[in-house]
């Protein structure tokens, strides 16, 4: 459950000071449903209620579906390729109700991510560039890194990390500044399948050529979160558990923890995932008690000023 503090400043007539008054109110938390893209021919875009409920949402008509990514108005965002090793793919947008349109995009691409500011990125797994569409439709080329990259994830400072290379077990992860500036986050990885953020800031990255998923600190500090796996795509709920799209069919769902259990299988071969509706991270309980403690204080401070 999310909580929400409301701060309230009420004068006085009498002597026209302020004392505060604090309301930490229980929210309830957004119920998701995850969107699940796939290898089939044709692709379908799968979509799961929370409670594991598995309906088909659409077909692209393409044989693969690889980055999925929801704006603020609710509206799908595929990434399509007419297949593994060759080109001719579009973005597809898809509204709530299952309308769908093309818009411009590179012949092959891959992954997607939008920013704060609504602008979408993609990219072009042949080329190495990432290209940049902004709400009013204008597209550019942001930046190139190397060809084979098929993720994209941003961090809550606005910085852009992508997949770089493919094969040989010597991918790189490159983080791109809002200015084009890019530095090498971290290296030596093989086929990175997906990348993806908690609300602590951990980069999450699915190793598809190790079979492992990688926890990188902001540090850059790598950890093994799980392994055994055949990894594709990640995404986040709004409760901080992973789900991971697997070639085996099945996703998974991980605790912050890393305990795993089966969230839904018979999906084929499952890619790209996406949760529909903004994800919020949730207060931990000591945080919620430092607002409520110093509101408190700041309540009996402004009422001495009476």
Known sequence: MKMKTIIRATRR??????????LIMAVSAQAQNLFVGTYNNPATIYQITPGGVVSSFASTGLNYSYGLAFNSAGNLFVANCLNDIGV?????????????STIPSG?????????????????????????????????????????????????????????SGYGNGNESIIEIKPNGTQITFASGLAYIAALAFNSSGDLFESDAGSGNIYKFSPDGMRTTFASGLAPNGLAFNSAGDLFEADASGNIYEFTPGGVRSTFASGLGSP?????????????????LGLLAAGMFGMTLFCRRQR
Request: proline content about 8%; charged content about 10%.
């Open 107 to 163: 012949p092959d691409p891959k992954g997607l991510a939008f920013n704060s500011a609504g602008d979408l990125f993609e990219t072009d797994y042949h080329s190495g560039n990432i290209y940049k569409y902004t709400p009013g439709g204008v597209l550019s080329i942001f930046a190139t890194v190397m060809p084979g990259d098929q993720s994209l994830a941003f961090n809550s400072a606005g910085d852009l990390f992508a997949g």
């Open 13 to 22: 007539s009498s002597g026209g000071a302020f004392f505060a008054t604090t």
């Open 88 to 100: 001719g793919g579009y973005v597809t947008e898809i509204t709530p109700g299952g309308v769908q």
């Open 271 to 287: 890619n790209g995932v996406a949760f529909q509706g903004e994800t919020l991270p949730v207060p931990e309980p000591a945080t």
